[in-house]
């Protein structure tokens, strides 16, 4: 994949080449933005780039022909470390960075990015899913990211910087990644075919993509689809903590199989989907002027027709809804370290009821 083909972050590609330029690459740096918009392919791209073995005119331009560039993209360049969470695991284990209990040190990420680079001239390593990187993880990583190895370039890869550990985030530069527009999404979906089921139009999966191709990829499930509509309208009635919403949102993480990973994982995006519902709100009662190409117009109706002529005090609905915002945000917290789902969504949903309507008890 070319530079051009990765969409919509042009701002960190011209931070790192003046970086490059300069001399002044950090050895430490924490990507953050919305899952599924490019963050991952951008890390692997400047992985490549200088492991490049080519001398090009630009440090920037990798040949994509020699050994070096090809290994990057087969995941077998000796000098590219990668390390993700597991399919079935809640977080990233301590061995991938200190390998296990009879090679303590001697293996995982902190051993390898300390050796001097086979091939490359430099080690470089990426910690996808940072967001799943408990303390004792992050605590292992300390001494690699306090006294780097020469010549060594680590990248952790998460959603957002609240998400990170502070001891992480104090020793990082930050990127941030916007999400894509629509078109983006489209355009993406339109040229590889990633969907396999088209039960749902590309064009209606990129406007509920909320610019992340992951979230249109699991929206193109048309079960996923419904429920995120189901969700909206509930939400919208301001009285979503009855129990059989409850039930339908258990119902539907319980679908993705029987990991609880994996149902974890759905609750989170149901928070997501709640969150974006929220976020919609405050653009309609506060009437701001919004790039089309970012909003979902299927979301925009509902908003407009629930609360577009709301006689109700702004500043107050204002404050009541950001408070939905934090409480979808303790939800995901409380998800990622609970295996008590059913207790948290009741809880989850009566609590924004309550908050969304600005009271304290149940809807007459
Ligand atoms: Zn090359």
Redesign the pocket.
């Known amino acids: 994949m070319a530079w051009n083909e990765i969409l919509n972050h042009e701002s960190a590609f011209e931070r790192f080449q003046r970086s490059i330029d300069r001399n002044r690459l950090a050895s430490t740096y924490l990507f953050v933005g919305p899952a599924g918009i490019g963050k991952r392919t951008f890390a692997l791209k400047l992985a ?1 780039s200088l ?4 001398n ?1 005119d630009s440090p920037l331009m ?5 050994p ?3 290994q990057v993209v087969a995941a077998t360049h000796p000098d590219l470390i990668l390390v993700s969470r597991p399919a079935k695991k809640s977080i990233i284990p301590l061995e991938a960075f200190i390998g296990d209990k009879e090679h303590r040190r001697q293996e995982g990420l902190c051993h390898a990015i300390g050796l001097k680079p086979f091939r490359g001239g430099r080690k470089i390593a990426i910690i996808d899913d940072a967001d799943y990187l408990n303390q004792e993880g992050a605590n292992s990583l300390l001494k690699t990211l306090e006294e780097p190895p020469p010549m060594s370039l680590l990248i952790l890869i998460g959603t957002s910087e609240q998400r990170q550990l502070s001891t992480i985030v104090s020793r990082s530069q930050i990127v941030r990644f916007d999400p894509l527009s629509q078109s983006q999404v489209l355009e993406i979906l339109n040229s590889k075919s990633i969907i396999e089921n088209e039960d749902i139009p590309l064009s209606e999966l990129a406007n509920a993509s909320a610019g992340s191709l992951s979230t249109a990829v699991l929206l193109s499930d048309s079960d996923c689809f419904e429920f995120r509509r189901r969700l909206f309208q509930q939400l919208a009635t301001k009285d979503p903590g009855q129990n059989e919403f409850a039930k339908a949102i258990i119902d539907f993480a319980e679908s993705a199989g029987k990991e609880n990973s994996l149902r974890r994982d759905r609750l989170i995006l149901a928070a997501d989907f709640a969150i974006t519902f929220y976020r919609q709100w405050i653009l309609t009662i506060t009437q701001a002027q919004v790039d089309p190409d970012r909003v979902d117009p299927y979301l925009v109706n509902i908003t407009q027709e629930a609360f577009g002529d709301s006689a109700e005090d702004i500043n107050q609905t204002l404050d009541q809804v950001a408070r939905c915002i934090e409480r979808c945000s303790d939800m995901q917290r409380q998800v990622r370290s609970n295996a008590g789902f059913a207790n948290i969504v009741e809880t989850w949903v009566r609590e924004l009821g309550w908050i969304s309507r600005g009271t304290t008890t149940p809807a007459v």
Do not use: D, K, R, Y
């Open positions: 490549q492991l490049c073995e080519s090009n990798p040949c994509n022909q020699c070096g560039c090809q």
